[in-house]
């Protein structure tokens, strides 16, 4: 099984800022197979990132996805109050497909 | 529009058995895998298992097999996630989830609204 990590546990920034969140795995994703997600308080999961890099449809270009092989990152530009939930990583290249533990966001 | 709905809470006792549904919608049921995740109370997100309707191919987490049987009905466009004996453990929220594409290799793009299970004594 791949082990994702993710770092910080807690982000707390203010509107406008820059957020970066990182995602480690245990095993080099092959073929890009990471995704973000966004859970605000209450709600499903949201697909923000697939692909490392390729936005979901719908989300604004201020969430942005990069990184390759065991380290990945997304980052939010000029975040807004909506921002506030918490955002795992998940990689979908070996079953079991597993998540991160999750960032928490605080605008 | 795509959706998939879920049915409501529930509470059980230990030992007790339940079947939770996932009724989709908006698309073609059998061209999409459909996945099962779950949510302890306050915690993240893991894979349960993952079906394929045409067939009914199933692949479980190996923390959950044995554990759990997912199951659909093709002529309903629904998906089912079944306990024989629940435990406390199992108190979470299920979400199921449709992937992006049609391949194996997808994320989950379109979720459910989440059931939640309640297991007390």
């Known amino acids: 099984e791949i082990v994702l990590t993710q770092s910080p546990g807690t982000l707390s920034l203010s509107p406008g800022e820059r957020a970066t969140l990182s995602c480690g795995a245990s095993?080099?994703?092959?073929?890009?197979?990471i995704a973000w997600y966004q859970q605000r308080p209450g709600q499903a999961p949201r697909l923000l990132i697939y692909?490392?890099?390729s936005r979901a449809y719908g989300i604004p270009d201020r969430f942005t996805g990069s990184g390759s092989g065991t380290d990945f990152t997304l980052t939010i530009s000029r975040l807004e109050p909506e921002d506030l939930a918490v955002y795992y990583c998940?990689?979908?290249?070996?079953?079991?497909?597993?998540f991160g533990p999750g960032t928490k966001v605080e605008v | 529009e795509v959706q998939l709905v879920q049915s409501g809470p529930e509470v059980k006792k230990p030992g007790e058995s339940l079947k939770i549904s996932c009724k989709a919608s908006?698309?073609?049921?059998?061209?999409?895998?459909i996945a099962w995740v779950r949510q302890m109370p306050g915690r993240g997100l893991e894979l349960v298992g993952i079906?394929?309707?045409?067939?009914?191919?199933?692949t479980y987490n190996p923390s959950f097999e044995g554990l759990v049987t997912i199951s659909v009905d093709k002529f309903l466009n629904t998906a089912y996630l079944e306990w024989r004996s629940l435990q406390t453990s199992d108190t979470a929220i299920y979400y199921c989830?449709?992937?992006?594409?049609?391949?194996?290799?997808?994320?989950?793009?379109?979720w459910g609204q989440g059931t939640l299970v309640t297991v007390s004594s």
């Open positions: 989830a449709r992937p992006l594409g049609t391949s194996w290799h997808s994320p989950q793009d379109k």
């Open positions: 908006g698309y073609t049921f059998t061209y999409y895998w």
């Open positions: 079906i394929y309707p045409p067939d009914s191919d199933t």
């Open positions: 095993q080099t994703i092959h073929n890009d197979y």
């Open positions: 692909g490392v890099s």
């Open positions: 998940h990689q979908y290249y070996t079953s079991p497909w597993t």
